[in-house]
């Protein structure tokens, strides 16, 4: 998964972006996979005590107490590595060179899991009956209105309007790793 965005992202962008979205590409997967481990898997998953709410943190690390999740108990250690795969990277490309790297390792590790939590964990979207295929909405939406608040908020990317208003053009600098990067995020 970061593989293929890594290469669609770096396809989509100028060259002199490469190595910044590469770079925050890798550390999402290496840093942001830790601090997960570490706050956010507590984040998303925090416990019966936190059943239907909007926030709650059960601690660190990967907890045995695991809530029943479509008929069957949910096992840590499987379930902790689908959702870093996702924790970022939808949000990445949107802000690419225009956000400091702290500021994106936090939307990483924290804003992902506490929305996460409330379908997943058993939070106020769960309690509501809210239904959604391996986070097609709810992973998707986030990524994509965080994306989208990330790129209002920055501004457009340097050079992108003249003094008149007028755009430039700014096409990616490699279609064939952003090809690559989308065969490659199906799987």
């Not at 949910?74 to 690419?96: K, M, N």
Request: aromatic share 14%; hydrophobic share 50%.
């Amino acid at each position: 998964m970061q593989a293929g965005f890594a290469l669609v992202e770096t396809g989509l962008n100028s060259a002199k972006n490469a190595v910044n979205i590469l770079f925050k590409n890798l550390i999402d997967m290496a840093i942001g996979g830790i601090i997960y481990y570490f706050i956010g898997y507590g984040l998303m998953y925090p416990g019966e005590a936190f059943s239907g709410g909007f926030f709650g943190f059960g601690g660190s690390g990967i907890s045995a107490d695991m809530p029943e999740i479509a008929g069957g108990k949910l096992y840590p250690a499987v379930d902790f590595l689908f959702p870093v795969a996702f924790a970022a990277t939808i949000v990445s490309g949107a802000v690419a060179r225009r956000m400091q790297f702290r500021a994106y390792l936090i939307y990483s590790a924290v804003v992902y899991p506490i929305s996460g939590f409330w379908l997943w964990g058993g939070g106020w979207l769960k309690v509501l009956g809210f239904h959604d295929f391996a986070g097609s909405l709810l992973v998707h939406a986030l990524g994509g209105f965080a994306g989208l608040a990330g790129a209002i908020v920055l501004g457009p990317r340097i050079g992108r309007f003249n003094e008149n208003g007028s755009p430039n053009a700014m096409p990616g600098h490699n279609l064939a790793l952003s090809t690559l990067g989308s065969t490659r995020m199906r799987r």
